[in-house]
């Protein structure tokens, strides 16, 4: 997956489940729902930014494997860096990629 569809993946899914303004941001975008609820909660509300795009390289591996199905010869790409990391032997998700909150502050 391409940055330019993973941007436009991204953007598609804001737009259609989360309408609002085209040019918002995810932060604002979340935060506008957040504060439109009555009842405060945040697993109703859009993953952040980063969080979306590795369930988007996740979901991207598994279409690709899918639509191998009918061949013989299924060729798995490899996990790392496509949503998933090795911890103790295990794969597991990965649901962000950490970013030092002091950096974005002080920007």
Not at 38 to 46: D, G, H, V, Y
């Amino acid at each position: 997956m391409s940055c330019l569809q993973l941007e436009n993946g991204l953007q598609f899914v804001k737009q259609v489940l989360y309408p609002g303004k085209a040019a918002e941001m995810f932060v604002e975008t979340r935060t506008r729902m957040y504060e439109r609820q009555k009842t405060k909660c945040s697993l109703t509300l859009l993953p952040d930014l980063s969080s979306a795009k590795e369930h988007f390289k996740r979901a991207d591996s598994q279409a690709y494997i899918w639509y191998q199905c009918l061949s013989t010869n299924i060729k798995y790409p490899s996990p790392e860096n496509r949503g998933w990391h090795v911890r103790k032997d295990r794969l597991e998700p990965t649901w962000y990629q950490y970013v030092n909150s002091y950096l974005i502050l002080s920007l």
